[in-house]
């Protein structure tokens, strides 16, 4: 196991850095996270020492560049246990899942065709497929939640049946953080002839992932929530079905010609998903960061958030006004509410605290009618956070009162 005090040092944003006048504790990593000193330095060195562009120079600089940026492509796929042609860098996972709803679902989807998904999912997972359903008459067709709103491989297998084509579910829910059965969903889709499409924003960062021994056919992810740049994602898609798949969008470098009749031959995946300058140093940011996860070792960082969470949740349970709603999910996330005080008051509390937190429905909009309530309040672990600043977050949680928030205001 890694030493959290160490790690912390490698870390410019936990540097003495103060909110509202208190130490800085940073428990938003759901949305995003900070950077180590080696992606700085991955981004700042591209900008320094080789800011030309890829695949198009005839000179050293852009030959070395394009490398290091193919090179990154190649750290990622080691990573998820993939091959360099099965990854497509995007902008960021949003991108990614566009990308596979629009160049996969509406080419292979027709009317009456099933897409099954969850109550759970975030926006950027679901509402590309809400216009493919409304552009090829394929349906949306919802997986039967827990009542604590998890994803059991029994309500799955109760919602599959033939007319599923194309199975849509993230592996770590953002708001609730339970870890889904992705092996075992994956399989029965497969079983029958189902495509799984797996959104693995919260997943990646926080979980060992190997996409061979998972089987799915496509996942997703952003850098920014594994320590990388903004700006860039990944999709990863078994190669057969990247071939498949149209593109969005059309530019330079993603075709290998083209005449005035409008004649198109793209290139292979992934150059063909490609158009335009990426975010080369990006790509690089990123690169930086997965090697930096790999150092710490994945289960290292799944088992420290694990016991960091464990150890949150006994103390948050003894506070009588604090309603948890995902005391079970084993990763580190934590959603719950302050009894009569609105979640973005709360937050405003714990802010004027010096703690960050989100409140909201955090994208995802069906799921808050699951937990008969409009908003949440999540607290995300990331693996610096320490149980020092788990203290102070509960410390903090004592004092939410309506009167201490009125207080904020007026």
């Known amino acids: 196991m890694f030493d959290v005090s ?4 490698d870390f410019p944003m936990l540097q003495n850095k103060m909110m509202q006048n208190h130490p800085l504790v940073y428990l938003d990593n759901g949305a995003t996270t900070f950077k180590p000193q080696s992606v700085i330095d991955a981004v700042t060195g591209y900008y320094t020492t080789t800011s030309c562009n890829i695949h198009r120079g005839d000179y050293d600089l852009s030959f070395q560049i394009s490398s290091e940026y193919e090179n990154a492509r190649k750290s990622v796929a080691q990573f998820l246990n993939a091959e360099a042609k099965e990854i497509v860098f995007t902008s960021g996972a949003t991108a990614s899942l566009n990308q596979i709803a629009y160049g996969y679902g509406l080419k292979h989807l027709q009317k009456g065709d099933v897409i099954l998904t969850t109550e759970a999912e975030h926006a950027s997972s679901i509402l590309p497929w809400f216009k493919v359903v409304e552009q090829t008459g394929a349906v949306i067709e919802y997986i039967e939640l ?8 029994e309500n799955v297998r109760k919602a599959l049946h033939e007319k599923v084509k194309v199975v849509v579910f993230a592996a770590v829910s953002n708001v609730l953080g339970f870890k889904n059965p992705v092996k075992e969903i994956t399989r029965l889709a497969h079983e029958l002839g189902a495509v799984v499409v797996c959104d693995g924003a919260q997943w990646v960062p926080h979980v060992k992932t190997d996409v061979k021994d998972l089987d799915v056919d496509f996942m997703v992810f952003s850098a920014h929530k594994c320590c990388g740049p903004t700006g860039i994602g990944v999709l990863y898609g078994k190669y057969d079905l990247l071939e498949d798949m149209e593109p969005v969008v059309y530019g330079g470098g993603a075709n290998a010609r083209f005449d005035a009749c409008g004649n198109i031959l793209l290139k292979h995946a992934p150059a063909k998903f490609e158009a335009g300058t990426p975010a ?17 070792d994945m289960d290292n960082i799944e088992a420290y958030e694990a016991d960091l969470k464990r150890y949150a949740i006994e103390k948050l349970k ?6 948890i709603y995902n005391a079970e999910a ?3 996330i934590i959603a719950f509410n302050v009894k009569d005080v609105f ?6 509390y714990l802010n004027s605290q010096g703690i960050a937190v989100r409140a909201g429905n955090h994208c995802a909009k069906i799921l808050v009618q699951h937990l008969k309530t409009s908003e949440t309040i999540r607290a995300s672990f990331y693996f610096y956070n320490t149980k020092e600043d788990v203290d102070r977050f509960v410390e903090a949680c004592k004092n939410i009162t309506v009167e201490n928030c009125v207080g904020l205001f007026f």
């Open 330 to 332: 084993s990763t580190g």
């Open 318 to 323: 003894e506070l009588d006004h604090l309603m």
């Open 280 to 296: 080369i140093e990006a790509a690089l940011g990123l690169k930086a960061a997965v090697e930096y996860l790999q150092k710490l």
């Open 146 to 153: 827990t009542e604590k709103g998890e994803l059991s491989v």
């Open 343 to 348: 979640a973005q008051d709360a937050a405003s």
């Open 6 to 9: 160490e790690v912390r040092k």
